[in-house]
């Protein structure tokens, strides 16, 4: 399949995320955290960017892999002088009984074959691409500064050759270790190959204590170890991509900044992570909402910063050409100052386990009852709102059904946890939300179409309303909830089941792109009302649409399969792991099949 995709792997430790285009440069670095500046950017902007690569003159042939069941990325460049391995990591460990994530960069240089000539080049820029960052020649290392931004590259490169032109021969193994803030005060050689081992342990074993489905494992593996990343564990954010400004489609102006946590992203984020068994997350995430809950008065907002900062406000950067020349490139996200009210509801999803799952115990619940009453308070408040919809309309407020559905579906687990904690009143107050809840989303039927429109008093369809059914307020073996995806896959499938969101115009006229999530939704919408071989033909179709890592990015032109939207795409990753979970449960097969214990 000749097309567009992104050309780049990923490798972090949940406190930063690196992009390693196929040609070993670090096309995009934010440091000191997600949000931060990048002090590689050249995904937004070739010339002002910056660049960290190691290349040889002129024409190469490139392989990029992932060192099975890690983050590590390994890509092997050759031409017809030699053959030679890099191997990009960031080490992560348990070390002192907690996790050890340095601000940290390590590449390993191997000879592979040959006597490859390589030049390694290394410009971090600062203050988005405005600046470049000032180079200081050290006896064994780069010092680099400027602005606020304070980095140094260790190596057994001779520093000479970062500082004058030309390549050299690579006889033996050569190790770069760029750190922010503090330098490494340690052995090169055996640091690197100490925290290399380490790390390759650590992501295996937390593999090994996943537990995966027993087919399309490979997909899913690389999936769950994708959406690991997306969680700054400083804080137990989730951010919905590592990247900003990379378009819907060209020229379409949906160019959007996603290094921020959405807590319905961060919802979809743990229910994934928590049907292959991972716990560690949630219990993160909690603490996350928790700080949130306790400084916020008013409105949940629908995303916040990975520290909780409320104000993320838009700006443009016009000093940077955008990805493949697409402008605006954005900093910030004005929907935060959206009306989204189907966040209470993914609040209550998300913390629901905590109290009906066995399987966490010890918690604190003092505090359960009040924060149980606010939440359900919110809803009450804004249950009879129109909103901007899961799909952020600037300038549409709508009844939407999706809303409403997690209206519904958070009212239901407010009446689980106060039955568990015992508060009868709560019980009652959530069981009269279901019932409006449940009023809204009725009026959203069209008899005549039979299906559920996107809001009240609309005509238009729209995918999330698929959820109807995942979710299970409709019957799945029920003929209402046939009839409606019947009309769904009918205006808004794409070749091969891609799907698009809607088809109507919105702020920025006709949606060009179909989005993944929404493919990976129709699958288990099939698979869940009991046409299981269309949802394993559909969900085999859409795996080619990842890239040569088995990365997903966030949209897909529906008409040469080209990869769009900010990647890799945490909620693509997400839509991938329950669809084959909805799959294996309708097979009959064991859900999941553990590979350790």
Same mark, same amino acid.
């Given at each position: 399949?000749?097309?567009?995709?992104?050309?780049?792997?990923?490798?972090?430790?949940?406190?930063?995320?690196?992009?390693?285009?196929?040609?070993?440069?670090?096309?995009?670095?934010?440091?000191?955290?997600?949000?931060?500046?990048?002090?590689?950017?050249?995904?937004?902007?070739?010339?002002?960017?910056?660049?960290?690569?190691?290349?040889?003159?002129?024409?190469?042939?490139?392989?990029?892999?992932?060192?099975?069941?890690?983050?590590?990325?390994?890509?092997?460049?050759?031409?017809?002088?030699?053959?030679?391995?890099?191997?990009?990591?960031?080490?992560?460990?348990?070390?002192?009984?907690?996790?050890?994530?340095?601000?940290?960069?390590?590449?390993?240089?191997?000879?592979?074959?040959?006597?490859?000539?390589?030049?390694?080049?290394?410009?971090?820029?600062?203050?988005?691409?405005?600046?470049?960052?000032?180079?200081?020649?050290?006896?064994?290392?780069?010092?680099?500064?400027?602005?606020?931004?304070?980095?140094?590259?260790?190596?057994?490169?001779?520093?000479?050759?970062?500082?004058?032109?030309?390549?050299?021969?690579?006889?033996?193994?050569?190790?770069?270790?760029?750190?922010?803030?503090?330098?490494?005060?340690?052995?090169?050689?055996?640091?690197?190959?100490?925290?290399?081992?380490?790390?390759?342990?650590?992501?295996?074993?937390?593999?090994?204590?996943?537990?995966?489905?027993?087919?399309?494992?490979?997909?899913?593996?690389?999936?769950?170890?994708?959406?690991?990343?997306?969680?700054?564990?400083?804080?137990?954010?989730?951010?919905?991509?590592?990247?900003?400004?990379?378009?819907?489609?060209?020229?379409?102006?949906?160019?959007?900044?996603?290094?921020?946590?959405?807590?319905?992203?961060?919802?979809?984020?743990?229910?994934?992570?928590?049907?292959?068994?991972?716990?560690?997350?949630?219990?993160?995430?909690?603490?996350?909402?928790?700080?949130?809950?306790?400084?916020?008065?008013?409105?949940?907002?629908?995303?916040?910063?990975?520290?909780?900062?409320?104000?993320?406000?838009?700006?443009?950067?016009?000093?940077?050409?955008?990805?493949?020349?697409?402008?605006?490139?954005?900093?910030?996200?004005?929907?935060?100052?959206?009306?989204?009210?189907?966040?209470?509801?993914?609040?209550?999803?998300?913390?629901?386990?905590?109290?009906?799952?066995?399987?966490?115990?010890?918690?604190?619940?003092?505090?359960?009852?009040?924060?149980?009453?606010?939440?359900?308070?919110?809803?009450?408040?804004?249950?009879?709102?129109?909103?901007?919809?899961?799909?952020?309309?600037?300038?549409?407020?709508?009844?939407?059904?999706?809303?409403?559905?997690?209206?519904?579906?958070?009212?239901?687990?407010?009446?689980?946890?106060?039955?568990?904690? $015992?508060?009868?009143?709560? @019980?009652? +107050? #959530? *069981?009269?939300?279901?019932?409006?809840?449940?009023? /809204?989303?009725? !009026?959203?039927?069209?008899?005549?179409?039979?299906?559920?429109?996107?809001?009240?008093?609309?005509?238009?369809?729209?995918?999330?309303?698929?959820?109807?059914?995942?979710?299970?307020?409709?019957?799945?073996?029920?003929?209402?909830?046939?009839?409606?995806? $019947?009309?769904?896959?009918? @205006?808004? +499938? #794409? *070749?091969?089941?891609?799907?698009?969101?809607?088809? /109507?115009?919105? !702020?920025?006229?006709?949606?060009?792109?179909?989005?993944?999530?929404?493919?990976?939704?129709?699958?288990?919408?099939?698979?869940?009302?009991?046409?299981?071989?269309?949802?394993?033909?559909?969900?085999?179709?859409?795996?080619?649409?990842?890239?040569?890592?088995?990365?997903?990015?966030?949209?897909?032109? #529906?008409?040469?399969?080209?990869?769009?939207?900010?990647?890799?795409?945490?909620?693509?990753?997400?839509?991938?792991?329950?669809?084959?979970?909805?799959?294996?449960?309708?097979?009959?097969?064991?859900?999941?099949?553990?590979?350790?214990?």
């Amino acid at each position: 399949m000749n097309r567009h995709t992104y050309q780049s792997g990923i490798i972090g430790n949940c406190a930063y995320i690196a992009h390693v285009q196929t040609n070993t440069n670090i096309s995009w670095l934010c440091w000191p955290a997600f949000d931060s500046t990048f002090v590689f950017g050249s995904k937004l902007d070739k010339e002002k960017g910056g660049e960290f690569s190691i290349l040889p003159d002129g024409k190469f042939q490139s392989e990029q892999r992932y060192i099975p069941n890690t983050n590590i990325l390994e890509t092997i460049i050759s031409n017809e002088e030699g053959t030679y391995k890099v191997t990009d990591f960031a080490p992560r460990f348990r070390q002192y009984d907690r996790y050890f994530k340095p601000l940290m960069l390590i590449r390993k240089v191997e000879r592979i074959s040959g006597e490859p000539r390589v030049r390694m080049r290394c410009y971090p820029v600062t203050d988005y691409g405005r600046t470049a960052q000032d180079r200081h020649r050290g006896s064994n290392h780069v010092e680099f500064t400027g602005g606020s931004d304070h980095m140094r590259l260790t190596t057994n490169v001779p520093i000479s050759h970062f500082f004058e032109p030309g390549t050299f021969v690579l006889h033996d193994t050569k190790y770069l270790i760029l750190t922010y803030g503090e330098p490494l005060e340690a052995p090169l050689e055996e640091t690197a190959e100490t925290f290399l081992r380490q790390t390759i342990n650590y992501w295996r074993t937390w593999i090994k204590h996943t537990t995966i489905p027993p087919f399309y494992q490979e997909a899913v593996i690389r999936s769950a170890l994708a959406l690991k990343l997306h969680q700054y564990e400083d804080t137990g954010a989730f951010i919905a991509a590592s990247t900003s400004s990379l378009p819907e489609s060209p020229g379409s102006g949906r160019n959007w900044d996603y290094r921020y946590c959405w807590i319905r992203d961060s919802y979809y984020v743990l229910a994934s992570l928590l049907r292959i068994g991972q716990f560690e997350e949630m219990e993160h995430y909690a603490e996350f909402i928790s700080n949130i809950s306790a400084n916020e008065e008013g409105r949940y907002q629908p995303l916040y910063s990975i520290t909780g900062r409320k104000e993320l406000i838009e700006e443009e950067l016009s000093h940077l050409s955008g990805y493949m020349d697409n402008k605006p490139v954005r900093l910030g996200n004005q929907a935060y100052e959206h009306v989204q009210n189907d966040v209470y509801g993914q609040v209550l999803l998300s913390l629901l386990p905590l109290y009906t799952d066995k399987r966490f115990v010890g918690k604190e619940k003092g505090h359960s009852s009040v924060w149980l009453d606010m939440i359900i308070g919110k809803i009450e408040q804004t249950i009879d709102e129109k909103d901007a919809g899961i799909w952020e309309f600037r300038n549409f407020a709508n009844y939407h059904c999706y809303t409403n559905l997690f209206q519904w579906a958070g009212a239901k687990a407010a009446y689980r946890i106060a039955k568990e904690i $015992r508060e009868p009143k709560l @019980e009652q +107050r #959530a *069981e009269a939300l279901i019932l409006r809840a449940s009023k /809204h989303i009725e !009026d959203c039927y069209d008899p005549q179409r039979k299906v559920y429109t996107h809001a009240v008093g609309s005509g238009h369809l729209d995918a999330s309303t698929l959820q109807l059914i995942i979710m299970n307020y409709l019957d799945p073996a029920s003929q209402k909830a046939r009839d409606h995806l $019947r009309a769904l896959e009918g @205006e808004l +499938r #794409a *070749e091969n089941g891609l799907f698009y969101r809607y088809l /109507h115009a919105d !702020d920025f006229g006709k949606p060009k792109s179909t989005f993944l999530i929404c493919a990976f939704w129709y699958v288990e919408a099939l698979a869940s009302v009991g046409r299981t071989q269309d949802a394993i033909e559909t969900f085999e179709n859409l795996l080619p649409y990842a890239n040569h890592l088995l990365l997903f990015s966030e949209d897909i032109d #529906a008409n040469n399969g080209d990869q769009w939207g900010n990647f890799p795409q945490a909620y693509s990753h997400v839509g991938l792991i329950n669809a084959v979970n909805r799959i294996a449960v309708k097979l009959g097969t064991p859900r999941f099949l553990v590979t350790g214990s």
